[in-house]
Each structure stands twice: as structure tokens, then as C-alpha cells.
């Protein structure tokens, strides 16, 4: 079953998959978004050999899966967070962020990315967020980097970013 499919997952980067994201055609499982009150969001079409090999918190997830639902896992957001969630898992498949995507966006799909391991996904977050001209990020995101939770300021990818947010203050 799976445990043949894992094993065979390295580092190695997936290639874009973007055409595949939420299409049933050899899905074979369903991720749905919910609130911490179980308030279903959304409902996606995943593949769980993409998702396994961006995120060890997939990878795990779908090692241990036991669910009765046919094939329908679920992971907690919140409705806010929701634009973020898709974000991420689009970018679990294509392995890179919208163009057009804004700093908070990044930032918001960033953090979400980190705390479900998808490592691709808080790597091109803080490609583009370095990217962008500092006049592009305004003082809302600007604060939020800031204050990330203390785990996330020591992690690499954070850390870029924290570098930059000073250079943000000294541009007013």
C-alpha cells in the first residue's frame, strides 16, 4: 500500500504537478479544511504521494491514517486562513507562489506552510517575500514579521525574513 510509496520519497523536489491540484483523476484522497469547531471550509482533491513528499506532517498523516470517511482526511484552519490553505497546497503541487501574490499573502502562506512542514512552499514564500521592494510591504505584514512565535523567528527561511524587516522601518 502506501508504506511502498513513501519509501521510494527522497528530498528531491517534486516537478509542477499545478495541473493536477484538486482534480479527482487518480486522486486518492480527500483533504478538507476545517475550523477548530469543525466547520467544514473546503474539500480538495490531493494526491497523497505529492503531499507525502513535500511535508513529513503529511507523510506521518497519511502513514497513521486510519479514517472510516472514504479516504477523506482533515487538517484544522482557521476561516481566515483559508486563502493561505490554498495557497499551500497549490504550492505543494506546483512548487512555486503566485507572481502576483502580495506580502501579506506570502507571509500568511508562509507561516501556515511551516507549521504543516511543507518545506517548498516556506522556501518560494520567502523567495518571492525577499523579492519584493520593501515599499511593496506594508506596516500590517511588516509588524507581523515581527512577531512571529519564537520557533518560527529561529527557523531559517524567518530568519531571512527578519533581516529585511528593519531595512522596512528605516524606509519611512
Excluded at 480527500?30 to 507523510?59: D, N
Excluded at 509588524?143 to 524587516?165: D, I, N, R, Y
Aim: hydrophobic share 45%; net charge negative.
Amino acid at each position: 500500500g502506501l508504506q511502498h510509496y513513501f519509501s521510494m520519497i527522497d528530498d528531491q523536489p517534486m516537478p509542477d504537478l499545478a495541473t493536477h491540484f484538486d482534480d479527482p483523476f487518480l486522486s486518492d484522497f480527500r483533504l478538507r479544511l476545517v475550523t477548530p469547531e469543525a466547520v467544514s471550509l473546503a474539500e480538495f482533491h490531493v494526491h497523497g504521494i505529492v503531499l507525502a513528499g513535500q511535508s513529513g506532517y503529511f507523510k506521518s498523516l497519511l502513514q497513521n491514517w486510519m479514517g472510516q470517511d472514504a479516504r477523506v482526511f482533515s487538517i484544522t484552519i482557521s476561516e481566515d486562513e483559508l486563502p493561505a490553505a490554498k495557497a499551500m497546497l497549490q504550492c505543494a503541487y506546483s512548487n512555486s507562489m503566485p507572481k502576483d501574490a502580495s506580502a501579506q499573502q506570502l507571509l500568511a502562506t508562509m507561516v501556515l506552510a511551516d507549521r504543516y512542514q511543507l518545506r517548498v512552499c516556506v522556501e518560494a514564500c520567502k523567495s518571492r517575500l525577499l523579492s519584493l521592494d520593501l515599499s511593496a510591504i506594508n506596516w500590517d505584514t511588516t509588524l507581523q514579521m515581527l512577531h512571529l512565535p519564537p520557533g518560527l523567528m529561529e527557523a531559517e527561511a524567518f530568519k531571512a525574513l527578519a533581516q529585511v524587516t528593519p531595512a522596512r522601518w528605516r524606509q519611512q
